[in-house]
């Protein structure tokens, strides 16, 4: 099976501009998750959907963070401004299952670079 | 608030040598506990999961972990190591009540020949 898509891989922007991500989950996963991981950090979790509706959003930082999934299939993260803090990968994952007891898939994640 | 807890934040072995990479986490109820591992420009791949049954857990690639409930632990094994296996890897949880998958900070493992 195909597996979690993001795009882009890498993105370098200067702080206060805006930037999107995208992800495209598996096929049929009800459940997607955003997450952020620092380097030399485990990912932390920022937004989780079920379907196309926020399950948790307790450590997005809304003030500067958006995410939707519109249709329950693919979803947009994005950020603006951009600080320079928010330099990390941004992964995105789903599962079958909440909870994730068929496993998480993960993408290979977009590095975003803040100048 | 739930946690996890990796012991070590880099591992350095010679090949043939036997790993075991710590893992705590906080959760005092019903938990599924996991085991990522990240190669070098990869992506996050699942090398194990308990969820219940035999604590003793075997995974991909040869490793293994034990659930042991009394310690809040699920400690990777692995008896001989190669150079492949360097790697960052990733302990995380997921408890029943909250229903998202926290993991630990992640320990960088580096294998010589």
């Known amino acids: 099976e195909a597996g979690v898509a993001q795009s882009p891989r890498y993105k370098i922007i200067e702080k206060r501009q805006s930037v999107a991500f995208w992800c495209n989950p598996i096929s049929g996963h009800a459940t997607l998750y955003w997450y952020q991981q620092i380097l030399g950090q485990g990912p932390k979790l920022l937004i989780q959907f079920q379907n196309n509706g926020v399950v948790d959003d307790s450590q997005l930082p809304k003030d500067r963070f958006s995410a939707e999934r519109l249709k329950g299939v693919d979803s947009t993260l994005k950020i603006q401004p951009a600080k320079l803090e928010d330099s990390a990968v941004y992964l995105c994952a789903s599962s079958l299952m909440t909870g994730g007891y068929d496993g998480y898939t993960f993408g290979s994640g977009t590095r975003l670079t803040v100048v | ?113």
Request: positive net charge; contains cysteine.
């Open chain 2, 1 to 113: 608030a739930q946690s996890v807890s990796q012991h070590n934040h880099h591992v350095i072995l010679s090949e043939a040598a036997s790993l075991e990479l710590g893992c705590n986490y906080s959760y005092g109820g019903t938990v599924n506990l996991f085991w990522y591992v990240q190669y070098p420009g990869q992506h996050l791949q699942l090398l194990l999961k308990y969820f219940s049954g035999d604590p003793l857990v075997k995974g991909i690639k040869g490793f293994e972990a034990e659930f042991i409930k009394s310690k809040f632990s699920f400690n990777l094994r692995k008896p001989s190591v190669q150079w492949s296996d360097t790697a960052e890897y990733f302990c995380a949880a997921v408890s029943g009540g909250y229903n998202k998958l926290i993991f630990g900070a992640g320990t960088r493992l580096a294998v010589h020949p």
